[in-house]
């Protein structure tokens, strides 16, 4: 996908030039506390190198990761990506984060409608899944508002020392077998 646009947003490839929004949201308390993975402490390089990693796992199909750029201001709001797993690429599991000050504003609960029409286009995908801290009401709402069922805690718990909080597990059938 080179981008893919609603009326409010554009999910675009990220640049190099993001790298700063990045660093300067991602490190944000309230927004790190509730990412899963992330280098400890972050900083600006970590940013470049996601950019480029992003760009090169692009290519090879292992992932797709993108800015949420809010349409008519040429400004990103978040990041929103997916990272495809299993034989012959049958789950993709989903992640996003958007700035502080981005937060109540529908990019997300868009943002995540966006990926799915992208991720239904991939007729290998089968299922998504989402993981959010159980403190992130918020997040669990953006899931559900897109058709994602909770399916109780994840096995796979991540240390955050901001949030000790457990981590629930979502998932969507996109093309049933």
Not at 71 to 85: P, Y
Request: hydrophobic fraction near 40%.
């Amino acid at each position: 996908m080179t981008s893919s646009v609603s009326e409010i947003i554009t999910l675009r490839p990220l640049k190099q030039s993001d790298a700063e929004f990045l660093y300067n949201n991602v490190t944000d308390p309230d927004v790190i506390k509730q990412l899963r993975r992330l280098p400890d402490p972050y900083n600006l390089e970590h940013a470049y190198e996601f950019i480029a990693l992003a760009g090169r796992e692009a290519l090879t199909g292992e992932s797709g990761h993108f800015g949420v750029e809010v349409n008519g201001t040429g400004n990103l709001a978040g990041v929103i990506g997916a990272l495809f797993s299993g034989n012959e690429v049958k789950q993709a599991e989903i992640g996003y984060w958007f700035a502080k000050r981005e937060w109540g504003k529908g990019y997300a609960s868009e943002a995540v409608r966006l990926m799915i029409e992208y991720l239904r286009s991939k007729k290998e995908i089968a299922t998504v899944i989402a993981r959010v801290f159980e403190n992130n009401p918020a997040s669990a709402r953006v899931l559900i508002k897109n058709g994602f069922n909770k399916q109780g805690l994840s096995a796979d718990q991540y240390c955050n020392v901001l949030n000790n909080s457990a981590v629930e597990e979502y998932k969507l059938i996109l093309n049933p077998e």
